[in-house]
DNA sequence: GAGTGGTCTAGACCACCGG
DNA sequence: CGGTGGTCTAGACCACTCG
């Protein structure tokens, strides 16, 4: 035979195609790592790195001491970055989104058909790290105190996302409930536009990195699995100064990123 | 001591460190896996758990039987999703540039100060897979073939990104340069846009996922690599009907992808 | 020929959960 | 308590490069 897979890749394949073709189906536990290893007569070590393969496909979740799983597959949330609203100068500033945040994150997932939900902010204050200087356009030996939001985000109740949403203590101090510990209503966008801080325009950037371990947890998912999509988004104000930074990490495979330009049909935008 | 960290996690933390305190620096090979078991006094299995770790934070590159070296801190290409020609009606057809594709990608690379270059497209022509009909608003019992253009892109002479663009047979019968397995000087969008095929618009929809074996081989990339991020463009014409569909895979960490709304600062955006 | 990482063996022990 | 995957041992052999 011509350079044959390695062992390891043999068995991610054919577990894989069990997968595809309903042999194993969505929910159902894999063999146990020791009987893979009987039935394919190679050690637990070789087995161990075939299902570390297939979770990299995303298939499949390994839950330590439980087992190895079929993953439904589900219809993805469709994330679109546009921002209707932002394109429309004649829509007034109260009724902006700002795109995934809050409100628009549920009228977005109702629109698709799913049910969001969210616990509340963990609010957190501490000193800027450089990367957040940066964002916020500042001087990397600059001493400013910043204010987190962080937020879980559930799509019919399963993990969907993690938000971040970043101001200089400043700027919270001029908008108070930002250090709540609780929802903000009309939304971050529209809550600060009252104050006078209009987000006239956003710049998005993206990466794909491993999860760190909390978001690994947050996700359900074990060792050498799927990297995660990291969102970042920094919002201007009328002066052109950046004065809102959210950074959003998505759960691979439960998410469709998309952003469009022109013309572009509209049953195409729509359909989910 | 409180919940110690496992060992492969430990010596992958310790080698970081040397990385970004300097100790060990870029182009630097780190010491040899049964160096690293001596030093540590673990097996060599556990070493290989802690490279491979390392390697998914993008820092080193593993190169089979040469060993694991340090990665320059490259800065990133910025690809910029926004088409400024599209956004602007009053620009005519044929200089619009379809964002990321032949010329627009050289154009980009050297603003920001790098040199682009590509090998000349490898064209296939084969039957339409599930995915690419669903792409084109196909039913998914046509029968159609399917034009291949893939080329290798290259920054400063290192493998940047993969390209493939597809085209039904019967366009690019009308089309025929889409045939040749030579560059289209002024670009796909231009040259059908002057056989009367123009791109009013076009949806972006983005993916990480980890890299095929042909790709990681193109990208340099061993087991357990970083996953890579695929980019998707379809294209519409006139009649809202997609004739053109583009799969860009970016190496991770070598590109920084963007998109913009509303107004943002010209430095912001102009600062590669 | 020496040295490298990729693949693989044939296990071991552990923490944790309720198949 | 039994069974699970996570971690780890102490190696082996191989294909390949030339550090």
Same mark, same amino acid.
């Given at each position: 035979m011509a350079d044959a897979l390695p062992k390891y890749l043999q068995i991610a394949k054919d577990l894989q195609r069990q997968i595809e073709e309903g042999t194993l189906k969505a929910g159902d536990r894999l063999p146990t790592e020791s009987e893979l290893a009987a039935r394919w007569k190679v050690s637990t070590s070789t087995v161990k790195d075939a299902l570390s393969e297939l979770r990299k496909s995303g298939r499949v979740q390994t839950r330590p001491r439980e087992g190895t799983f079929v993953l439904p597959r589900r219809r993805p949330l469709t994330i679109t970055l546009n921002d209707r609203e932002l394109d429309m100068p004649q829509v007034p500033a109260e009724s902006?989104?700002?795109g995934g945040e809050g409100r #628009?994150?549920?009228? *977005?997932? $109702?629109?698709?058909?799913f049910q969001a939900t969210w616990d509340l902010p963990e609010v957190t204050v !501490? @000193? #800027? *790290?450089?990367?957040? %200087? *940066?964002a916020f356009g500042l001087p990397p030996d600059q001493r400013v105190q910043i204010v987190q939001r962080k937020q879980r985000r559930f799509i019919? !109740? $399963? @993990?969907?996302? %993690?938000?971040?949403?970043?101001?200089t203590l400043e700027l919270a101090l001029k908008a108070p409930l930002l250090l709540n510990g609780e929802d903000i209503e009309q939304g971050h966008v529209a809550y600060l536009a009252e104050l006078g801080f209009v987000q006239v325009g956003y710049l998005d950037e993206f990466d794909a990195r491993p999860p760190h371990r909390d978001e690994a947890e947050f996700f359900g998912l074990s060792r050498d699995s799927l990297a995660v999509i990291e969102h970042s988004r920094t919002a201007y104000d009328q002066d052109g100064k950046p004065f809102r930074l959210t950074v959003t990490v998505y759960r691979p495979r439960s998410n469709k990123i998309r952003f469009y330009a022109g013309k572009v049909p509209p049953s195409v935008l729509e359909g989910s």
């Open positions: 902006r989104m700002g #628009a994150f549920r009228q *977005e997932a $109702e629109r698709q058909g !501490g @000193p #800027a *790290e450089p990367w957040q %200087l *940066e019919d !109740g $399963e @993990p969907n996302s %993690l938000q971040y949403s970043y101001f």
